[in-house]
């Protein structure tokens, strides 16, 4: 069995096993965006025999990403540089010889030799990578039914846009636009502007670097919004609340499934309730649309989250969870440090990370 850094000539059978292993036709569209990407995947290679060539049967693929760290001196913001860990695979056949737990360590190994404090990855089977020394962070998620027509809101004594509701002056002047309706996820790359030819990817960027730069926040790259977000939300719907000069106050992205919409992203301006109402009433009639009945909430731990929450979902019934499919693990840092920062997603500085930064 050799370990190495993967050639051109392997990219075949790379792709052969992942197949094999996922069912994600996403997961060869990212990694292309990756202009480095063989250079940062091992491979466990099982040499040919006569006429059989070479077959790749585990993998581990790492990239290098900036996320926001934990607030410094005086609440001074700070940044590490992280590894992401993805495309984790091993075959059928070869499975028991601890060859993806080989991976990461030859992994680690290079992250640390890159400079890298830190590496992180998602996962649905943690219990893969805690020996090799990942820990969960989680990440608030709130569901329930949707709020009934005229249902008043927690706190209210009437329904939006009756007496008493929350309305802000100027929310009337608010106009949520649909940019795209969902499609399916599609194999192929995927460039700005995914939704609308006069959206320009900076507006939503402006919106998002200033809303939430919590720890764990990825500091999102032009690369990331022209290539990578527009593929992880290529199935999803994004909103537009716009003032009457059409320049953007806050977006929404949001996705079906079934009976259940979710909510993936949120940003709006520096305390403007206004868009986070008209887009929580436009996320829900998308929602009675698509024939859904309940809703989830995935937002950080902020103001602008219960807004949200109160405008999209019923008072009763509301079920709050987390999802911990989210890992980190120390590189170059202390321990400690990283698990301050995986701590700092369930405390008061509120940190989260995007779906639509996924690795």
Not at 65 to 85: H, K, N
Not at 90 to 95: E, F, I, L
Not at 147 to 171: E, F, I, L, T
Not at 294 to 312: F, G, K, S
Request: hydrophobic share 45%; net charge negative.
């Amino acid at each position: 069995m050799d370990f190495r850094t993967a050639t051109p000539a392997d990219v075949p059978s790379l792709y052969t096993l992942w197949a094999a292993a996922f069912d994600a036709p996403l997961m060869v569209p990212v990694y292309e965006t990756d202009a480095d990407r063989l250079d940062r995947t091992i491979v466990a290679v099982l040499p040919g025999t006569g006429a059989e060539p070479d077959r790749v049967v585990a993998s581990v693929c790492w990239s290098p990403r900036t996320l926001v760290g934990l607030p410094g001196p005086g609440g001074a913001a700070t940044t590490l540089t992280v590894g992401g860990i993805a495309n984790v695979a091993s075959a059928p056949d070869v499975r028991g010889r601890g060859l993806v737990r080989l991976a990461l360590a030859a992994a680690v190994e290079r992250m640390e030799a890159a400079g890298m404090d830190a590496s992180l990855l998602f996962t649905g089977t943690p219990g893969v990578y805690r020996p090799s020394g990942w820990e969960t962070f989680e990440v608030p998620v709130v569901t329930g039914p949707l709020r009934p027509d005229g249902a008043a809101r927690p706190g209210h004594s009437g329904a939006a846009g009756q007496p008493g509701s929350a309305r802000q002056p100027g929310s009337a002047r608010l106009v949520v636009r649909h940019e795209r309706p969902a499609h399916a996820a599609s194999a192929a790359p995927t460039t700005f502007p995914a939704w609308s030819t006069d959206l320009p990817w900076q507006d939503l960027a402006t919106l998002h670097d200033a809303f939430h730069d919590a720890p764990v926040t990825t500091r999102r790259t032009a690369e990331h919004w022209q290539h990578r977000v527009p593929l992880w939300y290529s199935a999803a719907e994004l909103l537009t609340a716009r003032r009457p000069d059409g320049t953007i106050a806050g977006y929404l992205v949001a996705e079906s499934e079934g009976e259940v919409v979710r909510v993936r992203e949120l940003a709006v301006g520096p305390d403007d309730t206004s868009a986070v109402e008209a887009l929580a009433r436009a996320a829900r009639a998308l929602a009675l649309e698509r024939g859904a009945t309940r809703a989830e909430v995935r937002l950080p731990h902020i103001p602008a989250t219960t807004v949200l929450t109160d405008v999209l979902l019923a008072a009763e019934d509301r079920e709050t969870t987390s999802d911990a499919t989210g890992m980190l693990r120390p590189v170059r840092r202390a321990a400690a440090e990283i698990d301050a920062l995986r701590a700092a997603t369930s405390g008061p500085a509120a940190g989260f990370h995007w779906p639509g930064d996924y690795l």
